[in-house]
């Protein structure tokens, strides 16, 4: 089993700066890829970005391209999303997730496993 814990998230205006972070623990080595996904009531859960374990090129949603960045750090099993120019659209509930797959499809909800309780993220106007 791995644990997700988030933090970070809060209440922003907008163009302002949040830092999300998620803690991994447990059998870390089942997974390879970390991501946050986010979703608002009555909506689906929406892909964010995500990342590998072992490094390679980040992959972002469209709609938070240039203003989100997803990292991590190996040795404290952490992955941080910073999230800059804040806009109204991007409140929500950010969600870590968890998986082990190959290829690209890191959109899909079947490729995670594991799941944060998440952390709610509002942008005021």
């Known amino acids: 089993q791995v644990q997700l814990v988030e933090s970070g998230g809060g209440l922003v205006q907008a163009g302002g700066s949040l830092r999300l972070s998620c803690a991994a623990s447990?059998?870390?080595?089942?997974?390879?890829?970390l991501a946050w996904f986010r979703q608002t009531p009555g909506n689906e859960r929406e892909f964010v970005s995500a990342i590998r374990w072992s490094g390679g090129i980040p992959y972002y949603a469209e709609s938070v391209k240039g203003r989100f960045t997803i990292s991590r750090d190996n040795a404290k099993n952490t992955v941080f999303l910073q999230m800059n120019s804040l806009k109204p659209e991007d409140t929500a509930n950010y969600y870590c997730a968890g998986g082990s797959f190959v290829g690209l499809r890191y959109e899909a909800l079947y490729n995670y496993n594991y799941w944060g309780q998440g952390t709610q993220v509002t942008v005021s106007s």
């Open positions: 447990g059998s870390i080595f089942s997974i390879n890829v």
